[in-house]
């Protein structure tokens, strides 16, 4: 039987669109998102589920209703149930994002912002 | 409040043992682990759920009983439940491991490999 790494940085090569997450693997439930982020996102969160961050490429800041974490390439944070945030990147930042199948990225509610979800790259 | 990014490199200098998970986040009730690996470990595998390994820096050998995966620096692998693997590193790697808490290292059986799971740094 055939085994295949998954290479982030191939994956990353596949795809342009920002703010929308694209799916490279599955542990149980949890999935594997890469996205590719620029700009500031809109305040939102999940009241059912925390949610992993890790930097790739560049940095990435999530604003927070009490202050903010900046992270830079190798970094991790990880966003608990029900906390509202905002993430921002003032330049292009590549991320991995770790959550259960099914969250969407604007999290309670739909916005022009909701990306499509459990898309496979 | 204060919110700080969880550095991996950082977490890395603060250990040298190998073969020994080290927890350094939790996203529900899964953790990210940061290990050092050298050498060969044994066939395990674990019953009820799956493993992500995310290799971080040198390379990292998946020997399965149908075949091998071998993953570079940036490459993900998901070993799914019950599946018997083998990690073996012919220089030192590190890795980033997600399961869920409660996991042990070698797996259905307690061996002299058994490392303290739940241990955070």
Redesign the interface.
């Known amino acids: 039987?055939?085994?295949?790494?998954?290479?982030?940085?191939q994956k990353l090569a596949l795809f342009c669109d920002q703010w929308s997450p694209k799916v490279?693997?599955?542990?149980?439930e949890?999935q594997?998102k890469l996205a590719k982020l620029e700009g500031e996102f809109e305040w939102h969160r999940h009241a059912g589920?925390?949610?992993?961050f890790l930097v790739?490429d560049g940095e990435l800041t999530?604003e927070?209703r009490?202050?903010?974490?900046?992270?830079?390439p190798?970094?991790?944070?990880?966003v608990k149930?029900g906390v509202e945030h905002l993430p921002r990147a003032d330049s292009l930042c590549h991320v991995l994002v770790?959550?259960?199948r099914g969250v969407i990225n604007t999290g309670e509610e739909v916005t022009e912002r909701t990306a499509e979800s459990d898309v496979w790259i």
Do not use: C, Q, W
């Open positions: 039987m055939e085994h295949r790494p998954i290479n982030l940085s490279i693997a599955e542990m149980n949890i594997f589920t925390d949610e992993a790739l999530l927070f009490d202050g903010r974490v900046k992270l830079a190798g970094e991790l944070y990880v149930k770790i959550e259960p």
